[in-house]
C-alpha cells in the first residue's frame, strides 16, 4: 500500500484510460477523486473503487471551465486535506483534415485537452506549493510527436502538453513537484474500438510489437512517475506504445 494516505485526482477518470488509472492508484491505497464531465458515470466508477477499500469521490467536472476546475480543487482540499498526485487524462478528438477542419473543432479540443491541463495545473500547484510536494502526470500522445492526418487539432493540443509539461517542471521542482508525461500510442478503449477492421490493420503494421496497447500498460507508466520514491525524474515523457515510435 505505497500510496496510502495520498490524494490522486484524475480527470476524465470515470472510463477508459483514466479509470484504468484509478484502479492502479486504489490498488496501492490512494484515495482518489474521479472528476469527469459525466457525474453519472464518474459516480459509477467511484462506487466500484469504493467497494476496493479505498475513497473514491465523484465530482462533476469540465476541464476547459476555470470556475468549475477552482470549485472542484476547493472541494477536494476540504474533503481530504491535500492533493499529492494530478493526472491531466480527459481528452477528446473531433477529426477531420486541416482544410476542413472548423474553427470550432480546433477550439473545443485545444480547450479541453491543453487549456484543460494548463487550469487543472495551475490550481494543483497552488496546493502542492504549499505541500512541498506533488506529482503532475499529463497523458499526451504518440501523434504529439509524429504528426496523423486528420488530427490537426489533437496532435497540436498533445505537443502543447509537452512543453507545458516541461515548462511545468522547471518552475516548480524546487518545491518537491515533479511534472511528466505518458504517450501513449495506440491503446484499445472505445476510442480505438470504433475504428474500421481495415483500419486497425493498417495501424497494427506500423507497431513492431505487432499488437495495440491496453489500458493498464498506461497506467503502469503513470504509476511509475507517481511513485514517492522517482521524485528525482521530471520533465520527461514515457513512450507507450509498442515501439512505433522511438
Ligand atoms: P475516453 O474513453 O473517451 O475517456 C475520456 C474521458 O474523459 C471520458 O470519461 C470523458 O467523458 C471525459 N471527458 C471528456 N471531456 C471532458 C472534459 N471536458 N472534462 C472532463 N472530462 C472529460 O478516452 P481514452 O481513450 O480513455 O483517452 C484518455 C486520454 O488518453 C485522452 O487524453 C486521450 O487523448 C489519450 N490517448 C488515448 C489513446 C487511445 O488510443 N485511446 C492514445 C493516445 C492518447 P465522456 O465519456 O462523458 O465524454
Not at 107 to 118: R, Y
Request: include cysteine; proline fraction near 2%.
Amino acid at each position: 500500500m505505497e500510496l496510502k494516505g495520498q490524494v490522486v485526482m484524475i480527470t476524465g477518470g470515470a472510463r477508459g484510460i483514466g479509470k484504468a488509472i484509478a484502479e492502479a492508484f486504489a490498488a496501492k491505497g490512494a484515495d482518489l477523486v474521479i472528476a469527469d464531465i459525466s457525474l453519472e458515470t464518474a459516480d459509477e466508477t467511484a462506487k466500484e473503487l469504493s467497494q476496493k477499500g479505498v475513497r473514491a469521490k465523484a465530482a462533476k467536472l469540465d476541464v476547459s471551465k476555470a470556475a468549475e476546475v477552482a470549485g472542484v480543487f476547493d472541494e477536494t482540499v476540504k474533503d481530504f486535506g491535500r492533493v499529492d498526485i494530478l493526472v491531466n487524462n480527459a481528452g477528446i478528438t473531433r477529426d477531420g483534415l486541416l482544410l476542413r477542419m472548423k474553427e470550432e473543432d480546433w477550439d473545443l479540443v485545444l480547450g479541453i485537452n491543453l487549456k484543460g491541463v494548463f487550469l487543472c495545473t495551475k490550481e494543483a500547484v497552488k496546493v502542492m506549493v504549499k505541500q512541498r510536494y506533488g506529482r503532475i502526470i499529463n497523458i499526451a500522445s504518440v501523434v504529439a510527436f509524429m504528426g496523423n492526418p486528420g488530427q490537426a487539432n489533437y496532435s497540436a493540443s498533445k505537443a502543447g502538453i509537452i512543453g507545458l509539461t516541461k515548462t511545468t517542471a522547471r518552475e516548480y521542482a524546487n518545491r518537491g513537484i515533479t511534472a511528466n508525461a505518458v504517450a501513449p500510442g495506440f491503446i484499445s478503449t472505445a476510442m480505438t474500438d470504433a475504428l474500421s477492421e481495415n483500419i486497425r490493420q493498417e495501424m497494427l503494421k506500423s507497431i513492431p510489437i505487432g499488437k495495440f496497447g491496453s489500458v493498464d500498460d498506461v497506467a503502469s507508466a503513470v504509476a511509475f512517475f507517481a511513485a514517492p520514491e522517482n521524485g528525482y525524474i521530471t520533465g520527461q515523457v514515457i513512450h507507450v506504445n509498442g515501439g512505433m515510435y522511438m
